[in-house]
């Protein structure tokens, strides 16, 4: 994983391990605090492959770019626009975006079919391409920067659907991350937001949805209260304000009561619940994808 940051200047000193040149994600979201996890210095985060347009580059390691990958209309009409630091890019491989896709909550990829481990903390909805056939229950994947492939436990890969999945399918695997801590900007199996959520367990069947949760409601479709079946979204906003939280609809609607799964920023998790007042009283409308 990588981080795309607000700006150099922003990031702080338990930021480090998330700015060291092979990021640890997890040793990073685990030193922080409950405040610290929702600071407003992290934009997003972006999976091993995933593409970026460097677009300014700074003597002092820092690079401006774009995430190609994560739609952000309001931000540009490329991507998510943001920070990263240089030493966490390669140059493009075109075969990055293979047709394997990472289904394990998280995984390590070695230096041979029985080496050592050689990138770890490879997470839900990673892409790759295979690079011959398994030997011994490991698969060779290609890797960005890597000039050798690198070998994927092949019980923790999947082939992407040929047709698109039913919401309900995208719903289990958000479900699988029950109780992952809540991060602002978090994308991964290690730390997500509630747009997060709902972009990685789409981009796990290759469905790309925007980022923020006011553009997935923007480009996904509306539909009658009381009709939203499980695996729709519900989109939440304040009078006279743009749309600010999103949950996947968990069960279908019943004598006016609502369930949701969700990160939540109040619990700082991820839940699955019954509406409370406050949610339905900015509940704005259910969405399907």
Known sequence: MATLWTAPEAVRPVDRPALAGSPDVAAWIAGMDRDQRVGDCVLTQLLLGEPVRVIET???????AVALGQP???????????WLRAAHLADADPAADGPLTVDA????LRAGSEGDAALTGVVLGTRLTPAGPAVDGRRPVRVPGRPDPLWAPEDDLVPLPAERPEAEKVLAVAERLRDLAYVWGGMSTDGID????????????????????????????????????????YFFARPGRRIHH????SAEPHG????MLHACYLTRRVIEEELPADRRATLVGAHRV
Do not use: M
Request: glycine content about 12%; proline content about 7%.
């Open 58 to 64: 700074r003597p002092d390691g820092w690079v401006r």
């Open 72 to 82: 952000a209309a309001k931000l540009g009409t490329d991507g998510y626009p943001g």
């Open 105 to 108: 909550a998280r995984t390590a």
């Open 194 to 233: 509630c747009s997060g959520l709902v972009h990685l367990a789409w981009r796990r069947y290759g469905i790309t949805l925007p980022r923020d949760a006011d553009d997935q409601a923007a480009a996904t479709s509306q539909v009658p209260l009381d009709s939203e079946r499980p695996g729709d979204l």
């Open 246 to 249: 999103v949950g996947i609809v």
């Open 256 to 259: 006016g009561r609502r369930r």
